[in-house]
Each structure stands twice: as C-alpha cells, then as structure tokens.
C-alpha cells in the first residue's frame, strides 16, 4: 500500500501515449496496482494493441470491453428521445460517453477490489467531471487520482521528456500524419478541439474532418432512408430491423458519405470558460431532426411543449456530467412516458450536407386528422363558430387591461 | 347604422379574391362602411391593384402602407433577439407579421371613427387568434367580424358563385399558373398549406417552392456574408450599414439563391389541430444561425441558459398570437436586457441549403478567452487544481445519497 | 329521441335546487331520458335525499356513489406529491374533484348507453371547464349539455320562477340559515364565492366560515400530530395506520379544531377574469407543509428544485382542467418517480391557525448527514479546501465579463 | 509586501471574537495591512465597539458604514417584487446581505489601494460563495483571503487558545447569556443554526428565538396594518409615508410583537450538504404575503405565472450568492418591467403568528372588474356562450387522441 492509502486503481486506459504515461505515472507516484481498461465505444480503433501495451507494461488485470450495443442502447437513445441539444447546436457526443465509462470503471474496481479510479482528462475540461461525478454517485467512496491535475508535465516536451526517461513507446505511425488537434471519437461523434481552434474567426480546414465529406464533396444525388421508430427510438432502417448501435453505424456511414453532421460552434463549459470545438454527428443529425419529425405527428402538443422546455435543462445535466443523478433519472422518466406512443416510420432525405424531412407517418398513432386540418369542407368535423367564444375568453384579460388603461 | 349596431369596418384587404368578397359581403350583411387597408410588409406583391379595386368597389377610405420597415424593425428583428423557433423547427415567419396588421387596423379604426375591423381569416387558423387577440388588447370594445365564421361559403364554388352574382372581377391571371396551395408571404416568409400537403407522408413538389432554389440547383461556390451585430441585431453586411428591412432584402436573396430555409414540417396550432405546412425563411434560418454563433461569442453562459429556456415559452406566445400582452412584453425585456452585449461579427458560409458559421469575432464583448481555453500551458490563467473542490463539493449530495442506499 | 339527438343524458346531480332545476330543464328541452349521478367526495351532506328527489322527478337510473377514498388516493394524494398550489396560495380544493366527477360520469354514461352527460356549472367559472375537458378526454364524442349556457334562466328570481312552475320542491330547511355565498365542498375544502366578496377589500364576516374555527377561538393549547410518509404518501397518523380518506378525515378534525386552512384570496381564473374566493382546506395546509418537510430531508437538492421549478405549471394543470391530459401525466411520472425515496415521519404542531413543523426525520431515506453539517469538527468528512476551487471555477465565467467590462 | 504577495487586505470586521481573531491572524500570517469594514445592515448592534477595538488592534483605516436605508432598497425591496423563496420556506435572509457587503468590501479596496479582501465565512457555508462570487465580479482579480479554510484553528479551543495567545480580548459579557447557536442578522432577519439544531427531529427551545414572541405569547387582540404599494414596492404604512427601512423597522416591530415570521427549516446548501437552520423573518414573512396579494389584484394573469415560474429560479441564484450576474439582472429587468403596474393599498391583519390578507384595492390598476365575475345578472359584459367554443377547442387535441386510442 502506498503512503496515499491507495492500493490499486483502475485506469480507464486508451494505449496512447497520455494513458500510457499516467500508466508509468501511477505506479511510480501510488506504489499501487494498475488495472487497465479499454472500451470500445465505436471511436472505431482497434483495442489489442493497447492489450499488448497494457501487458508490456506489467499490468496483471487487463479489461476490454465491447460496449457499443449498451451505449447506443443505453446511452444514445434515451438522451435522443429528449431531443436533447446543448446551446442550440451541440448533440453531447462526448458528454453521453463518459457516464458510461464510469460506470464500468466503477464496476471494474468493484471486480477487482480496487479503491481508485484514474483517467486521463485534464483539469479544464468537462470530461473529468463527467468521469468523477459519475465515479462519486456510483462509489461514493472510491478514490479519484486525475494526474492532469496533479503532476507538473503541463506540456507536450515535459510530456515527451517522461516517456523517454521511462521507456515508454512512442507510436509516431500510429496515427499517420499527426493531427494537431485534441480529439475524441465513439459511436455518435469524433470531436476536435485546439491548434488554429483557439481563434474562433478562423474557419477549420477541410482536411480535419474524418468521418464526413464536405457538402461540396458529396454525390449529387441524395439519398433516402426510411426510419422506423418504435417508443422514440429507431428499431429499423429501410425496412431491416436492426439494433440500437447497427442503426448508428449505418446512419454514420450514409450520412458521413452524405456530407452530413459538422458543426462548428463556441460552448460553454461547466468548469467556467468558453471554448472553441467541431464535431462531427452524421448519424446524430439525422436522428435528432427524424425524431422531432415522428414526434410532430404524434406526440400531443402539450407534452410536446413540456418536452422543450425542460429540454435545456436535459442536455445542460448530460453535459454537465449528472447521468446518474435524480434529477436526470427523474426528467428520464417524464420523457420516456412520453414516447409510448412514438411510433412510426420517418422519410428522410440527405443530400450534401441537408437532412430533410421527406415524409412521415404512422398506422397506429398518428395524431394528424385530415379530415379536420383540410381546407376543404370538413362536413362538420370542426366548427369554425367555436373559434369565436376561443378568442373571446383568451382576450379577456387583455380587453379588461386595456379598457383600464384607456380610463 | 346596421342592425348589428356596426357603423364603420377597417378590413385588412389583400385585393385577391377573397377579400373582395368579404368588401362585399361586409357591405350587404352589415350594412356599414368600409374602410380598406393594404399593407406592404414585403410580400413582394403589387399594391395599387388593391387600390384600384377598392376604388372601383366604391371605398371611400383606402389605405395602402409601407409597413416593411417597421416590420423587420419592431417585430422580426426584437424576435430574433429571443432565437424564437417553435416546435423546434418553426420560424414564425406568419405569426410574427399579424401582431403589426393587428396594430395598423386599430390605427386606422381610430382614426377613421371605425368600431369594428375584419379579416380574411378562416376559423381554423391561427391568424384569425393572432388578428383578434391584437385588436382586442389595443381597443378593447372594437367589434370584430370574421366573415368564415359567419358565412356559409365554405367551399370554393359557393365563392365564385357569390363572387359572379355580384360582380367580383376573378383575376386569373395575376397568378399566373394558380397554386393550389394556401400561401402567404411576407419579409420573413412565405408558407403553403393545403392540397397534397394535406398528407404528411406526401414529399412537396419542386414547383411548389417560390423563393428559393432547390440545394440541387444552387451554385457550386458557396457565398460568404459578414453580418455585423450591435446589441443583437444585424447592422451592417459585408460592412455595409442597412437597415433592418434592407438587411432581410439581402439575405433573402442570397439565402435564396443559395437553396437556403426551405422546411416542411407538422405543425400544432393554437385551435387544437395539427396541420401541415412548408415553409420558406432565407433571411430568417441565416439570422437564427448567425445571431446564436455572436451570442455563443459574448454572451454570458447562464444569460444564455436562461435565454434557452424561456424560448419556447416566448415561441408560443408569439405562436399564439399574444404579441400585444404583458407576458411577451415582460421576456421582452429581459431578452433586450440580455443582448446589450451582443456585439461583433459573424461570417456565414451558404452553400447548397448548407448555413455554415465560418467565423465570429468581437472587438469589444468576445468573453473568449484564449489564454484560459488553450491546451497550451496558459501561464497560471486556470489553477487546474481549483477543478477538483468544484467536483468534490458538486459531487456531495450524490456521495451522500449513494452511501446511503449502499447502506 | 329528441331534435337535437341526444337520447340519455347522465347529470351531476346534487339534489338541491339548481340541478334538480336542471333535470326537470333537461327533460323539457332534449326530450331525452336523464340518468342521475350523486357521488360522495366528502361534502359532508348524505345523499340519500338526493335519491329521494330523484325518484320523485321520476329518474329510472340512479347512480349514488362513495367515492371518497378514490378522490382521497388517486386525486388528492398524487397532487400533493408536487406541493401544488396555484398562484402562491390556492389548493386547488375544487378543481381536484371535478375530473372524478367526469371519468364517474363518463363510466356511467358507457354502463347506461347515454350519448350525453350534463352539469349545473355555469359558463363563467373553472368548473364548466374541468367537467368538459375531463369528459371529452375520456368519451370524445360524448355530447355536453350545459344548461347555464343555453337558458335565459340566469337570476335567482327566474330559478324561482321555473321551480315553482313546474312543481320542484325548494327545501329552505335543508341549509338551516341560507348561505349567501355560492359554495362547494368535498374532503379537501370548502369554498366560498359571491356576495360581499365581490369587494375584494372586503374581509370575510367571521360566520362565513363552516369548517374551521377562527384562530382566536382555537384552543389555548397546541395539537401535535405525527404523520408517517410512505413514498411521499400520508400512511399513518400517530403510529395508527390509515387509508387516504381516513388521513384527511382526521387531519380535516384537527385541523379545523385548531383554526387551521383560512384562506382568502383573488385568483385568475382560466376563462379569464379576476375573482375573488375564500376557501378552508384544514388537511391540505397541514399535509402541504408536511410533505415539504420530509422531502426536505429525504429528496436530493436538484430533483427538490426540478419539481419546485415544475410545480406551477402543474398547478395550472390541474386548475385548468387538464387532469386527463397527456401532459399532466407525465408531469406525474416524473413526480411520482421522485417520491420513492420520500419516507419518514414528520412531526406538526397545530397552534390558533399556525401549522409549524416539529421535527423530521427518516429512518431509511435522510439525506441529512449531521458528521458532514457540523459546526464542531468534523473528522475530515468534508474538506473546507474544496470549497476554494468550488468558488473560483464558478466564479470564473463572472471574472472573464468584469476584466472584459475594465479593460 | 508578504511572501503572497499580499500587500493590503480589507477584512469584513464584526467586532467579534472570530473577527478579531482573523484580524491578527492576517497581520502575522499575511504581514499585510488590514482596513476593517464594519456594516450596519439592520442587525441591531452599536458598532462603535468594533470601531474601538480595530483602534486597539493598530488598524489604521477603519471603515463604519450605515449601510440599512441602502440594504432595504436596493437589495430586500427588489428581491421581494420576485416574491422570492428558496425551496418553498426561506426567505433568504442571509443570502440577500452578503451581495452588499461584497460590493462595499470592494468600493473599499479601490479606495484604499487593497488587492485583498477577508471574510469570517467558514468553507462549509454558504456565505463564503456569496461573499466571493461578488468580490470576484466586481474586481476580477482580486485576492480572496478565507481563513477558515486556511488555517488550523478548526474547534472552539483552539481559537481561544489563539486568543489568549495573542493578547485577543474575549468578550464574554457583550452577548449576555452565551447562545450555543450560530446566528446572522440584518434588517431581513435573524438565523440559528449548530448546537440542537443538528438535530432535525429536535424542536427548537423558546429561548433560542430573539425577534418574536411565540405565537403562545402574543397579545390576543389582532394588529391591523395597511401597505400601500407603488411600483412593487411598499412606500407608506398606514398612509404615512415611509423609507425601504423604516418600513421594514415598523414591520418587524409589529411582526415581531405578533408572533410572525418564525421558520424551520432543513434546507440545501449550495456547497452541497443539507443543513438545518431556524429564522425570524417578521417584516419579510408579512411583505411576502402582502406582495402577492397586490399582485393578486393588479398584475395580470400569464405576467403573474410567469413570474411564479421564474421564481424558483431566481430565488437559487439569490440564495447561491449570484446577485452580482448576468443572469440576476436580466431576471430582474423581467420582474421589474411588471411591476409598473402593481399599485395600490394591503390591508393585513396579523394575529399570534397568522398573517391574513383582509383586503386589498387599487384605484389605478385593478384587473378586477365585479361586473364579469358577478354571480348576479351581470348585464352582457360576460357572453357565457363563448365558453362553448373555448372548451370545445382547449378540448380538441385530446379528444382527436381520445378517439385514436379506442380505435
């Protein structure tokens, strides 16, 4: 046991160089044990070299873990039934993946009998709370080490430096040419942040983007594909039921090639400052703008209203790291009782970049009413005199206002 | 005076068809004067055959007014302060325009000695709410007559029928090719309604759209703009002052050239209903777009948060009709209170329906920060230890209540 | 079957003089049969005259119904889970009955055949409302009669009139010395209108008041109670186990004996005037404070403030009518959701009109962790450092405008 | 200048034994000047002593301010047109002070040329945000010394010790009888917190209350009071008129002899944890009341939900020390800009802790109109017909759902 008290952590460990270094790190400052995990969550690397990595460095408990299904499933889709959109533009791609990892850090610690976590995010960003809140609320206990916040190698050489110092591989062709930018990728995003993003009038170059073509680059024809949802969520596509990640990654791929999902905005962080990030969502576009589509035709106008106005605070919680919160947990109640009668099937059109709204319909829950919208002769469906008495008593207030303010 | 006690009516009168029915049909029911009034509020239509109609209709009181101005001005650009969208999709482009004709008529009936105003609303719609509820809270005793509630010319042949038996020019060919759509159109927008649209699962024809291109057949070269905020709204492009109506012109067009704000979407109205309805915004889907990347520049992240989640409330008002009422007045000022801040420069890219923000800056408000934001080593500006008492002391109640089930 | 189509009308019958107006009314005009519906909601009348009266119109179904530990269990309970009161200061006492009133109304319409339902509601009050909305949500075809809005019987003196013309007994006797006021009652409250509180600067004369005695004429001594929540229900008082309906009942006593739940407000009603009401609501006060007390110790901070921020739009829900709205249900899910965790006792003191809480405290579910509140030390369970960072990364966002707003 | 580089430090100076502890602590840890700021905001002290004893300590620039008339204006008056109330009960007594005495504290600073500011809050509480939050928004850099989440003087003893070590005089006879409790006051209220109180089953002992009689206590005749309100805000008591402060002197005294305005509560710290806390609040307890019912007459209805709304909000801001924000001011131009109208005369009766609205007018801006709302004949000015159409379409979504479902 270390002088910390801590005598084994869990490491959620990508086999980059950042985690293999806070690896090193660890033993030499905790005189602890390591237990590495690695999960994929559809940043779509390859997990055994950091295996490989993980055993090279004396790590005796090694995890990795598939988590794809459960993070669509679990994660993804109930946050998109909120149509949950952070400052007007961003679809928490980075946000919705951390409770997850926490989660199985957590579950890895109980496993393994270690009594801390450690993560690789630094202390300016969201995603150490993200990571600790979560930690907290599920072991209250647990220790957290977040080296970023810790050590002195606040740069990039001192950073190099130790790694030399301690032998540990530094995998120049890993990434091909070297992206200057901070980045982050799973099944619903792949996020860049830094180098020229720190000007927030410079427009980003075209060769940052990985998982999209430009608009400009896309096919001239569109493409169509028909979601069907069952209580909010896409069981579906074309017909061919599929499960929750299979939808992701198929939505991803006709949407990438359709130039679909950039976005380039200035968020706020929870931790207090601005910053500049792009992301790509190309499956996440397509979702939000289908979902509001099926829910137009038939969610009830009230709870479709209620569903908006508590939505900011839905996706401000996620960002902020309280998945597992009560106040998330309960918002996720009132949502998910709303999506019982989400059901249906959505037309979508994607074509260099816009998603498009091609149809909706739904055999079973459609609250459209032709007969009463028509323009046409209703034969009595809806009488018109009714409108009067309608504006009449909603116009009261104002006439009693008015004729005193005329007095 | 009439038996129903209306001595004197200011009618909103287009000039087409069926508010030439109505002049008449106002005259022989209610045996009463009637006062015409035209407006301009960039509907791109010819005025003066509405005059001369009128005229030839034997109206004494004729009123045509260039609203344009004060429409972009007063109504669409305050609106735009709040990034008002309903439904998550609607840019109001209808509703916003009523609340002004609502004033103008009441205006013109004081004036002209009117007790009553009338318009050519149906009694399905929300326009006829939004007329109402407007003439009611600026005269609170004005009698309102609203023929289709009254009236049993509920289809199109009984019109043409009356329109014949008493001699109402039927002006085929203004239209050139009649849509058989319900349109209407202002700066802001132009909307259709009705006929296939009448089945949601229906994709609209391309001929059905008016102002802008199609994405297909937009340019292949993107267009840049630089709009220029002070206090949140556009006061210059391309370094150009303009005033607000002068502002719309220009993003129409290039918006519209370059397939930009088409929408089709399920609507819930006020009456109850839901209905269906395609849209055209060029300048309104840029402003939307633009206005949120300056706010995202230099607006305070909680003014922002509390921005968003008054939106749809503010939405709804305007939806709903209640412009002229205290609840609007009130967010009102609390959003213009907000916006003093809003100052600087945004450059959009359009390309092919694509908006892009391609830059923002803010000599005098941009609360960006670099120097905390960067990857870099920011020279002590962030204590990255600060982060873990903020996460410790936000962690608490969930530590707490963890333990205790754990208990 | 009469002119207007309607073959059986079920009506709210209370069995005094209006509705027993409305029944002999109803007969007249519809030519149809008309079933009668008196239910127990804890008014505190018996109904078996109700029968009598009935009988003698010559009613064939009469339906007579205890339905107090429903109102109680599925009504009253549910809605002061959210702590509801509208506009700071009603309970909502009337309008909490009205849609069992309707769903009863509707069952019976569907167990008898009827195609109508009926109630003596007038057309400028809530109540109309309630009964209708609840109505139509549950059989929208059913046809309403609401006879306040089609007669011209609308003075006291043409009630007379009609009563006595067509041989309807007026029983003087039955309310001892006639109240002025329009009143309605049900286990929850007592209600007030009309009269001299139509000057809202008016007091209340002291004889008013019929279910609670004044505050100067409580006892000298204070009551104490002990109410035990179970998943924020009131399921034991005093240790003794007891149903919905007997938690009222007896809180109604001591409430009552101890001046407890006056109130004398000016409320806006949702047909849209101002009106004026006084209302006496023992339980309610007492389970109002109550449960806010537990929830105080047993409910995490942000689901407290989640449902504090959502309570008066559930308020207006169920004042307006729309308890059998897909919106009030999923507020409810949420609130419901939240309440798992509210179990423990609350301890009330009941003293001349004051209802003051005297401790609280759960078992099972205390989120009050005194080790950690402490003012003496308190062993290292909460580190006052965190503190400093907790401030300066909240603080940061307000540093960055002021240095901003300096320079 | 000291090794923090620390040169003059402003330190909030009660006179006390904690303070004056702090006082030296500065000196010998910090080997910097201290100014001391001693603030009368109503708490009912003489303040020369601290005046005497900052002398007796060598601190050259000693601050006194009468801080009360600016206290009520600016700070309790505006929050109460909120109708301001942290989780349903506490009416932010505390919270509201410490915004001024962050603004003074800096004032003070740019006067004195100090780059520091000192307080006596603990890191457990809540008052070191509130204090800091402001400091930091008002002069972004400057430094905040904390001692209590500094040093090491964690329990009673050891600050005695530090007292008798360095020649601090202990007061012993200035509070006559010891309280065992922690206790804040200023014109809005006292607070108790500690001792038996950490336990929330215990009920508080009568001693422990200073500002009110028990409602036990409290003469058996009621007071009458009448508050005439202009813009929100009351300006006279029983016609005489009357300064933000002396209005809340009279109320208290009045308040206070009546029993009125005793809470207990447990309540939700922002630094996470729960806390118990008792508060006298005679003046607020009776504003609060009062303020609704003047809004009750003259604001109107949708105004006046949105303000209940919004409150909750607000009230989380006040009580978290955000008064000194974006957000704070925006939310009060919103409730400002509404009261504009909320004119006219309270008459309040308070008797042994009950505070009871027995009347309220207004000459210019009652919404009230006894002519719509009349039970009797009310001549045509209510149309009870056009409730028809009201309900009927308020009722159309969920009947078009209705018939869905059993279809």
Same mark, same amino acid.
């Given at each position: 046991?270390?002088?910390?008290?801590?005598?084994?952590?869990?490491?959620?460990?990508?086999?980059?160089?950042?985690?293999?270094?806070?690896?090193?790190?660890?033993? $030499?400052?905790?005189?602890?044990?390591?237990?590495?995990?690695? /999960?994929?969550?559809?940043?779509?690397?390859?997990?055994?070299?950091?295996?490989?990595?993980?055993?090279?460095?004396?790590?005796?408990?090694?995890?990795?873990?598939?988590?794809? $299904?459960?993070?669509?499933?679990?994660?993804?889709?109930?946050?998109?039934?909120?149509?949950?959109?952070?400052?007007?533009?961003?679809?928490?791609?980075?946000?919705?993946?951390?409770?997850?990892? /926490?989660?199985?850090?957590?579950?890895?610690?109980?496993?393994?009998?270690?009594?801390?976590?450690?993560?690789?995010?630094?202390?300016?960003?969201?995603?150490?709370?993200?990571?600790?809140?979560?930690?907290?609320?599920?072991?209250?206990?647990?220790?957290?080490?977040?080296?970023?916040?810790?050590?002195?190698?606040?740069?990039?050489?001192?950073?190099?430096? !130790?790694?030399?110092?301690?032998?540990?591989?530094?995998?120049?062709?890993?990434?091909?040419? =070297?992206?200057?930018?901070?980045?982050?990728?799973?099944?619903?995003?792949?996020?860049?942040?830094?180098?020229?993003?720190?000007?927030?009038?410079? $427009?980003?170059?075209?060769?940052?983007?990985?998982?999209?073509?430009?608009?400009?680059?896309?096919?001239?024809?569109?493409? !169509?594909?028909?979601? *069907? !949802?069952?209580?909010?969520?896409?069981?579906?596509?074309?017909?061919?039921?599929?499960?929750?990640?299979?939808?992701?990654? %198929?939505?991803?791929?006709?949407?990438?090639?359709?130039?679909?999902?950039?976005?380039?905005?200035?968020?706020?962080?929870?931790?207090?400052?601005?910053?500049?990030?792009?992301?790509?969502?190309? /499956?996440?576009?397509?979702?939000?703008?289908?979902?509001?589509?099926?829910?137009?035709?038939?969610?009830?106008?009230?709870?479709?209203?209620?569903?908006?106005?508590?939505?900011?605070?839905?996706?401000?919680?996620?960002?902020?790291?309280?998945?597992?919160?009560?106040?998330?947990?309960?918002?996720?109640?009132?949502?998910? %009782?709303?999506?019982?009668?989400?059901?249906?099937?959505?037309?979508?059109?994607?074509?260099?970049?816009?998603?498009?709204?091609?149809?909706?319909?739904?055999?079973?829950?459609?609250?459209?009413?032709?007969?009463?919208? *028509?323009? $046409?002769?209703? /034969?009595?469906? !809806?009488?018109?005199?009714?409108?009067?008495?309608?504006? =009449?008593?909603?116009?009261?207030?104002?006439?009693?206002?008015?004729?005193?303010?005329?007095?």
């Amino acid at each position: 046991m270390s002088a910390s008290g801590v005598k084994k952590v869990v490491l959620a460990y990508s086999g980059g160089l950042d985690t293999s270094i806070i690896l090193k790190w660890l033993k $030499e400052e905790y005189d602890c044990e390591v237990v590495t995990f690695t /999960a994929d969550i559809g940043q779509g690397e390859e997990l055994e070299p950091a295996r490989a990595k993980a055993e090279a460095a004396g790590v005796k408990e090694i995890y990795i873990d598939d988590l794809t $299904e459960e993070f669509a499933r679990d994660f993804v889709f109930p946050m998109f039934r909120a149509n949950a959109i952070y400052e007007g533009e961003y679809l928490l791609g980075t946000s919705i993946a951390r409770p997850l990892i /926490a989660k199985r850090l957590i579950e890895i610690a109980n496993e393994t009998g270690a009594d801390a976590i450690s993560h690789g995010a630094t202390g300016k960003g969201n995603d150490q709370v993200r990571f600790e809140l979560g930690a907290y609320a599920l072991k209250p206990d647990v220790h957290v080490i977040a080296p970023w916040r810790e050590w002195d190698l606040l740069s990039r050489e001192k950073l190099m430096k !130790y790694a030399e110092d301690h032998g540990i591989q530094i995998d120049y062709v890993k990434q091909g040419k =070297k992206s200057p930018y901070s980045m982050d990728a799973n099944l619903l995003h792949i996020s860049y942040e830094g180098d020229i993003l720190e000007d927030p009038w410079a $427009e980003p170059e075209e060769d940052m983007w990985r998982w999209t073509v430009s608009p400009e680059q896309a096919p001239n024809e569109p493409t !169509y594909v028909e979601l *069907t !949802y069952a209580k909010g969520d896409i069981v579906a596509i074309d017909g061919k039921p599929m499960s929750a990640a299979e939808v992701m990654v %198929h939505l991803n791929k006709v949407g990438g090639e359709n130039g679909i999902g950039r976005d380039d905005i200035v968020e706020n962080r929870y931790v207090g400052m601005k910053s500049r990030g792009c992301y790509e969502t190309p /499956a996440g576009t397509i979702m939000l703008k289908a979902h509001r589509a099926i829910e137009s035709l038939t969610l009830d106008r009230e709870a479709a209203h209620l569903k908006d106005e508590l939505m900011p605070k839905y996706a401000s919680i996620v960002y902020n790291g309280y998945w597992w919160s009560p106040e998330r947990e309960a918002l996720q109640a009132l949502i998910d %009782h709303t999506q019982q009668v989400v059901n249906g099937v959505v037309r979508m059109k994607l074509y260099k970049g816009n998603v498009i709204v091609a149809g909706r319909k739904s055999d079973t829950n459609s609250l459209f009413d032709a007969s009463i919208a *028509t323009f $046409e002769d209703d /034969a009595g469906a !809806y009488d018109q005199k009714d409108a009067s008495g309608f504006i =009449k008593l909603n116009a009261l207030r104002l006439r009693v206002a008015s004729r005193l303010k005329k007095s």
